[in-house]
């Protein structure tokens, strides 16, 4: 689980190494987090994207308990007791502006964690577990988040709930049935309410179940790094304490200034007005829009707007919506590159960086209304995004001649001096299979 | 076999998406979405400041008491503002005992004491404001069919909502010449009022700032209706988010704590990996 010139844990103090004996939880920590776990040494800022996920989690778990001691899942005055708690609570606005605004700081760390995944090759042996874990957490999160937004039961909150189910209804046959099967009713109403809360809080705890699976992977092979070489040697690592929590450490600090900037100056941007003003079944708003972090996938749902064959545009919209992150699952086998990081492939580089551009298209046309140009715009980048990754990815990592690799890590970082033994030496360019 | 696979797959979508996209230019090639009134004439909120803007914005007590005596004297009349107690005006700068008689002003739902039945009385400083209609039909039979909404959130559910607000108040005019011109049809229905800030130009609120004077401020303060306007809409902020005030004021030593905290982390980071850069 470790590479052998890991730190052993040696309790000195007597209470430690009786506890060693009877539940060697500390021996864990040490293992885990502690100076018993070599970690790559040349891992760069975004590595650090990790660890914030994990404070995000953890903000949101802590703020959202607090809120549910004040907040009532009924449709009669869920949206009374959102601003109970904004006006009445003791500290209740900064708990909620917190919670609101920690899913958008979550989604933003996530994203750049997915994205170092996407660079950087993380999802490649032998990490693929780690990478499919990653990917459950992410579709886990984003049920959270919808169903958490429904909570404050305003306008956007009914009817991103009765969108968001009315995919449902798209799927043959069963459609119409399994939507208000979900819903427990004709239209979102306080049963949906009610089982939308109590998943809510259910779910964060199934998310912090895969989280210790993610980890746990993780730490079978140790963390990937910028260069994508495996760890040689231990020159190439360094302990995990000090040398990355003290990195961690002040990333949390970075990270937790940018989001009390969010907190208290700008609650609001990120959300959408309409979400304060109460749900009302009969007026709609003129546009109804997910969150910020669902636009990429929503812009895809709505870029089918013909149908396709015998297939509905609806039923399309769907299926590509939820084919743009299931399509995830396959990376690993999807890319056949035997080099990880993209920073030694020239080829898929260029490609990476584009795609990066264009879920941000998506986004922006995901946030717009309905309406030329953004349909067309969608459209167009929807379709690079699938040809993306289901036929720009699989041939170019057939094709692609990569650049040499370092040898190693350390001379990667160290440009070959103080390395006696593999100086000059460069791993030999892998053939592609 | 997976590659092939993956690229039917990719050409299943792409495809459909071409498919789309070529239907979707061909419509818009054929009949162009036709150009609306709304879409020509709507407008976007005038540029107004507040003394709570920026990340050191304070409320004005003075002009929010001088906002609530607009909501007290004109806006009551038809639009609730049901988030609001009697006892939160404490932040306005009102004594208890001024709250007290202001609540008194106004005639709360209550239980009669002998009889239980429903009757009115005298408010109490820890009442809500109370609506001025029974419920939505009776709003809505008393306003050509529309529902004032209730102004508590006002400000915070619309975009740019304090502007939206000022605007709006100040924003009805006739309407002009050349839309009637373009969009004959758009002409503003009998009982509606013509207003290019409103999304689509027609509203059925009257306007409700009218004249100068309409309010007697009491800190000599002249009443024009863009004062009455901006006055009411700072209210409005100060009724939307009661806690605006404490969340920058308390934002400022937090930012001052995490970036001491940041920099004394990053110090001691420099310090753990100074040996190890260049090893």
Known sequence: ?433 | MIRIISILVGLFFTVALVWSFGNGALIAITEPSPETAEHEFHRHPKEVHFASDGAFGRFDRQQLQRGFQVYKEVCSACHSLQHVAFRDLAALGYSEAEIKAIAAGFQVPGVDPNTGEAALRPGMATDYFPKPFANDIAARAANNNAVPPDLSLITKARHEGPAYVYSLLTGYHDQPAELLKKFPEAETPAGLYYNPYFPNLNLAMAPPLTSEGQVSYSDGTKATVEQMAKDVSAFLIWTAEPTLEKRKQTGWPVLGFLLFATVLGYMSYKNIWADKKKV
């Open chain 1, 1 to 433: 689980m470790s590479f052998p010139w890991a730190n052993e844990y040696k309790p000195t103090n007597p209470f430690m190494k009786w506890m060693d004996e009877k539940l060697p939880l500390p021996r864990f920590v040490y293992n885990s987090v502690g100076a018993g776990y070599p970690v790559p040494r040349n891992l760069n800022y975004f590595w650090n994207f990790g660890i914030l996920a994990l404070v995000c989690l953890t903000l949101q778990i802590v703020t959202g308990i607090v809120l549910a001691m004040h907040y009532a899942a009924n449709a009669t005055v869920a949206f009374d007791s959102v601003e109970h708690i904004m006006r009445d609570v003791n500290w209740g606005w900064m708990l909620r502006y917190a919670h609101a605004n920690g899913a958008s700081a979550f989604f933003v760390v996530i994203y750049i964690h997915i994205f170092r995944g996407f660079y950087y090759g993380s999802y490649k042996a032998p990490r693929e577990m780690v990478w499919l874990l990653g990917v459950t957490i992410f579709l886990l999160m984003m049920a959270t988040a919808f169903m958490g937004y429904v909570l404050p039961w305003g306008q956007m909150s009914f009817w991103g709930a009765k969108v968001i189910t009315g995919l449902f209804s798209a799927i043959p046959l069963v459609g119409e049935p399994l939507q208000q099967w979900l819903l427990g009713g004709f239209a979102p109403d306080n049963a949906a309410l009610n089982r939308f809360f109590s998943l809510h809080y259910l779910l964060p705890f199934v998310i912090v179940g895969v989280v210790v699976l993610h980890i746990w992977a993780l730490h079978i092979p140790g963390s990937s790094n910028p260069t994508g070489v495996e760890v040689k040697s231990e020159s190439d690592t360094v302990p995990f304490y000090p040398y990355y929590i003290a990195k961690d450490g002040w990333a949390v600090g970075a990270f937790a200034f940018l989001y009390c900037v969010m907190l208290f100056f700008f609650p609001n941007t990120l959300g959408h007005p309409d979400n304060y003003i109460p749900a009302n079944p009969m007026s709609t708003p003129a546009h109804i829009v997910p969150e910020w972090y669902f636009w990429p996938f929503y812009a895809i749902l709505r870029a089918f707007t013909a149908d396709f064959f015998f297939i509905p545009a609806k039923l399309m919209g769907v299926l590509a919506m939820f084919a743009a992150i299931l399509v995830w699952f396959f990376l690993p086998w999807l890319d056949r590159s035997p080099v990880r990081s993209s920073a030694y492939r020239p080829l898929y580089k260029k490609f990476i960086w584009i795609l990066l551009l264009d879920v941000l298209v998506l986004g922006y046309c995901g946030g717009a209304p309905a309406q030329e140009p953004f349909v067309m715009i969608s459209q167009l980048a929807s379709i690079y995004y699938f040809a993306h990754w289901l036929i720009i990815l699989p041939i170019v990592s057939a094709i692609e001649r990569p650049d040499p690799l370092p040898y190693s890590i350390t001379q990667a970082v160290l440009g070959g001096e103080d390395v006696p033994a593999m100086a000059n030496s460069t791993a030999p360019v892998p053939t592609h299979g």
